[in-house]
Structure formats: C-alpha cells, structure tokens
C-alpha cells in the first residue's frame, strides 16, 4: 500500500527593509487581500499591456502577520520595459493590522510615484486595494 503525501508550498515574500522570508502557504493562510488589475484591448490574454496591484495579509496561527503589496507591468512594446515592485512588513502577534496595511500602502505608492505613467497607472488603485484589504479582514465583535 502506497501513502501518497502532499509536498508543502513555499512562497518567498519580499519585505521592505529587511531580507525576504520563505513560509509553508498552509501554514500562513490568506487573512485579507486587495486587488487591482487592467489591460489594454478586450481580453486579457491578448492584451499588450497588463496591470496588477494586489495587498495581501497572511497571518500565522501565532499571531504574527504578513501584510505584503506587489505591482506588476507587463508590457509587450517593443523598447518599453516591464516593471515589478514589492513592499511588505512581518509583524508581531496584535499588532493593529489596519495601520499596517494603511503603511504597506504608502510604501507601495511611494515606489510607483516615480514612474512614468504607463507603468505607474496602477498608482491611483493603491487606496482602493488598501481600502479593500482593511474591509475583508475578519469582522470585530463589539
């Protein structure tokens, strides 16, 4: 008789100031997310420019908290250049995840405020993901 077992999946997540971390998914389940995307034409998958923005908060069944942004433009012009972006925080058990999802969110829009602006378009969005985010954590008993 065979056992089959399921191999784990690891994500490494980009934090801001400090180096990357690996986490087991299972282990640090989806809390809340935001997300943002566009293209140009119809359809998506003929599109020659893509857009996603997207915030996420993984929490750990410790308390500890991953609250991460990441920004992707895809582009399929010829000499107009891809760009990719990743902020985040890992913070401790109770921390006031609004406030740190509000922060992860300056973070993201302080990277996209440089850049030209078909790269940048996905800036305008950072407030509607944040905002997002914030509304699809777990409600509070009061």
Not at 42 to 65: C, F, K, M, P, Y
Request: a negative charge; charged letters at 30%; proline letters at 5%.
């Amino acid at each position: 008789m065979t056992t089959s077992t399921i191999e784990p999946k690891f994500r490494t997540i980009t934090l801001t100031g400090r180096r990357p971390v690996k986490i087991n998914e299972a282990e640090w389940p989806t809390l809340a997310q935001g997300v943002w995307t566009d293209h140009d034409g119809t359809i998506r998958e003929q599109a020659n420019r893509t857009w996603t923005l997207s915030l996420r908060v993984r929490q750990h069944a410790d308390g500890r908290a991953i609250v991460y942004a990441t920004y992707e433009y895809d582009t399929q012009f010829q000499g107009e250049p891809d760009y990719a972006c990743r902020v985040g925080r890992l913070v401790d058990a109770g921390a006031d995840l609004p406030t740190i999802i509000t922060e992860v969110g300056r973070l993201m829009d302080d990277r996209l405020e440089d850049l030209a602006d078909r790269p940048a378009e996905g800036r305008q969005h950072v407030r509607d993901v944040v905002a997002d985010a914030i509304a699809d954590l777990p409600a509070e008993t009061i």
